[in-house]
């Protein structure tokens, strides 16, 4: 089993956003248990949850250090154009930038994962 989590969800988003990336982690972290190979991709606005997610009052935490070992990175184009970049660079993620879109800083990649067999799940 491979599956690619591509979590879009902006935290500002409120309860809805929180059940997002709590969900997508948990995913993870059930493909992680089975001996699956999984993702996590930040992308879109869902590249602000950095500090934040990292911290041990947040509801998502407790599974974000579960699988943070499974976070590929952070889309750099995302993170520049939502203003995420500080807080991923703070936290040491890898900047994803291998879909050069023109104009941009670059993308993450997701026909990679889908070409190298992944199922693509996004929250």
Not at 37 to 43: H, K, L, S, T, W
């Amino acid at each position: 089993m491979k599956v690619a989590i591509v979590i879009l969800a902006d935290p500002a988003g409120g309860e809805d956003a929180v059940g997002r990336v709590f969900n997508a982690l948990g995913l993870a972290y059930d493909v992680q248990q089975r001996g699956g190979d999984v993702a996590i991709i930040f992308q879109s606005t869902g590249t602000r949850w950095f500090p934040a997610i990292t911290e041990g009052g947040h509801p998502a935490n407790g599974l974000y250090e579960l699988t943070k070992t499974n976070v590929v990175g952070v889309s750099q184009g995302c993170a520049t154009a939502f203003g995420a970049l500080e807080g991923a660079a703070a936290c040491g993620l890898p900047l994803l930038n291998e879909n050069a879109v023109p104009g941009t800083p670059g993308l993450t990649s997701l026909a990679k994962y889908i070409a190298d067999g992944y199922q693509l799940v996004t929250f």
